[in-house]
């Protein structure tokens, strides 16, 4: 996750908005003030910003809405990973509905749009994507605690499960507390001519302090712990599932690997951009040519990283069996329910929805220890 999508200078001669839709920004060195022009990483901002976050958007909604609508009418929760795939999913809708406002943005190179709803999107925005990250790192520890410790946990994750509402709502709530500062700081005003929805800091506070304590919580909460959670437990995972001679099992390591390696894959590329943005934090001695890098470089590991939304469905639900199947079933309801209203008399699918959702659900009760993502 990118800082913010649009983001703010560090202080009155620092340059650090990469993907800055201004044209230049100017910063002091030993033969002077030299004018850094960033005009050509404002096109590439402006043309390739706007298509990504698009289609991401939209590939993250259908994606997510069909994870949703699962759970809703054909697949009951049965453990803590389902939960936590039910809230990711909500996550991930709520955050890339925010993606057509930055579009926009970008695409303008200036914030249209209200204070309020400045504040609004920053926040979603924010929320949601921390809220994902650490469901993230709650799914990798519930299969841990399902594979690794079966044969002593069923009394401890059934007690875990009895107070689901209670561990999703704590975990909204820290989502909601980490991006406090989004909400205090970012606001709609002018600069250099043009309306923008960044942070603003009071003259009286440390600028540079409270940017890089944004930047710490992003990358303690929206990539080192999950990250950290992540190892841990499916290096234990995938040792539980070698020893296991089951095809199924066998099968379930594939996608664990996959998980983790798109999680890095995702991730580590604008984390790294993100340390280096931290490091450079207060620097003098930073060239026109490293900003107009870090500019295009930004672009697009942001993009990379906002990609991860909508592979969380692939790789957590339909990757898997048990999804699939209620997948095909929610398209022959689909088509059943299309049919229906062009002729009446149609034979449709969904009145064996009930037997169906019967036996599916009788299936994952003789196996609760399985999870939907990985069997």
Request: hydrophobic share 50%.
């Amino acid at each position: 996750m990118g800082e913010e999508p649009v983001n703010s200078t560090d202080s009155d001669y620092l340059i650090s908005d990469y993907s800055e839709p201004g044209s230049a920004m100017s910063y002091p060195s030993e033969e002077g003030v030299l004018l850094c022009s960033l005009q050509e990483v404002r096109q590439f901002s402006r043309i390739f910003v706007p298509i990504a976050y698009s289609l991401i958007c939209i590939f993250g909604l259908l994606g997510n809405i069909l994870v949703v609508t699962t759970f809703a009418f054909y697949k009951k929760a049965k453990s803590m990973t389902d939960v936590y795939l039910l809230n990711m999913a909500i996550a991930d809708i709520l955050f890339v509905l925010t993606l057509p406002f930055w579009a926009v943005t970008h695409a303008t190179g200036k914030w249209t749009f209200s204070n309020a709803v400045c504040k609004l999107m920053k926040g979603i925005y924010a929320i949601n994507f921390n809220c994902g990250m650490l469901l993230l790192a709650c799914i990798s520890m519930d299969r841990y605690i399902a594979i690794v410790q079966a044969t002593k946990s069923f009394w401890f994750r059934s007690r875990i499960l009895a107070h689901n509402r209670i561990i999703c709502l704590a975990v909204w709530v820290l989502s909601l507390i980490i991006s406090g500062p989004t909400f205090a700081f970012n606001q709609k005003y002018n600069m250099q001519g043009r309306d923008v929805c960044e942070p603003r800091y009071d003259p009286k506070l440390d600028p540079i302090m409270w940017k890089l304590l944004g930047l710490g919580l992003q990358l303690l909460f929206g990539f080192f712990i999950p990250l950290v959670f992540m190892v841990f437990c499916y290096m234990f995972i995938v040792k539980t599932l070698v020893q296991a001679q089951n095809s199924k099992r066998h099968r379930a390591i594939r996608v664990v690997i996959a998980v983790v390696l798109v999680f890095l894959a995702c991730q580590i590329p604008h984390n790294i951009v993100l340390l280096v943005t931290a490091a450079n934090l207060g620097r003098m001695n930073r060239t026109c040519s490293n900003e107009k890098l870090m500019g295009y470089t930004k672009n697009v590991t942001e993009v990379l990283a906002f990609l991860h939304c909508c592979l969380n469905p692939v790789l957590y639900a339909f990757i898997g069996q048990r999804f699939r199947s209620y997948f095909l079933k929610i398209m022959k309801d689909m088509w059943c329910v299309r049919r229906k209203h062009k002729a009446l008399g149609f034979p449709c699918a969904r009145v064996n929805s009930e037997a169906f959702v019967s036996r599916q659900t009788s299936e994952i009760m003789d196996n609760d220890n399985a999870s939907s993502f990985t069997m």
